[in-house]
T-cell receptor
Framework: ETGVTQTPRHLVMGMTNKKSLKCEQHLGHNAMYWYKQSAKKPLELMFVYSLEERVENNSVPSRFSPECPNSSHLFLHLHTLQPEDSALYLC???????????????FGAGTRLSVL | AQSVTQLDSQVPVFEEAPVELRCNYSSSVSVYLFWYVQYPNQGLQLLLKYLSGSTLVKGINGFEAEFNKSQTSFHLRKPSVHISDTAEYFCAVSGSSGKLIFGQGTELSVKP
């Protein structure tokens, strides 16, 4: 148990569906992250939020829309996805987002997404 | 730009044998180094970290790693592995930007 909870654990959706991934952290952290993990590829950082403000957007297609309503919750809204978007989506949190010893990231168990 | 190279994509070993998973990084500035483990159908779990101080760091499950600045390496070791250590292991580095850069992972397979 890392203190970062992701739901759902598995999601199957069609290309025309709209769905959302949820992440909640119980660590009192100020920064939250979304990563994409595809088979045989390094983890790809998608978005970074610090104190509920987006501080990084790594050229992610607009069909992925993040939302951070407060420092404990992070969502990833999905719409009109493509089959190549099928992957494991991981959420992480850290005390701070900067380059310091406070940026130790703790991960959730992930949501396995399949786009048909 | 920082980068991380995990030199072995797959490492098969027998139970109770020692293992070393190799990691090299490139960076011209001070870095923080991490090893994460991912069991099947799970997220990433922090094994150990080097932030400063002693170059030999000990982590969970009997793993340890040594930070070697001159060789820009952070190899992970365990003197005697168990079947339950079968998993994928990721080396990661972060620096002044705070961005965590991951290697491609090493699949450790422990055989009876």
């Amino acid at each position: 148990e890392t203190g970062v909870t992701q739901t759902p654990r598995h999601l199957v959706m069609g290309m025309t569906n709209k769905k959302s991934l949820k992440c909640e952290q119980h660590l009192g952290h100020n920064a939250m992250y979304w990563y994409k993990q595809s088979a045989k590829k390094p983890l790809e950082l998608m978005f970074v939020y610090s104190l509920e403000e987006r501080v990084e957007n790594n050229s992610v297609p607009s069909r992925f829309s993040p939302e951070c309503p407060n420092s404990s919750h992070l969502f990833l809204h999905l719409h009109t996805l493509q089959p190549e978007d099928s992957a494991l989506y991981l959420c992480a949190s850290s005390q701070d987002a900067g380059g310091s010893t406070k940026n130790i990231q703790y991960f959730g168990a992930g949501t396995r997404l399949s786009v048909l | 730009a920082q980068s991380v190279t995990q030199l072995d994509s797959q490492v098969p070993v027998f139970e109770e044998a020692p293992v070393e998973l190799r990691c090299n990084y490139s960076s011209s500035v001070s870095v923080y180094l991490f090893w994460y483990v991912q069991y099947p159908n799970q997220g990433l779990q922090l094994l150990l970290k080097y932030l400063s101080g002693s170059t030999l760091v000990k982590g969970i499950n009997g793993f340890e790693a040594e930070f070697n600045k001159s060789q820009t390496s952070f190899h992970l070791r365990k003197p005697s592995v168990h079947i339950s250590d079968t998993a994928e292991y990721f080396c990661a580095v972060s620096g002044s930007s705070g961005k965590l850069i991951f290697g491609q992972g090493t699949e450790l397979s422990v055989k009876p």
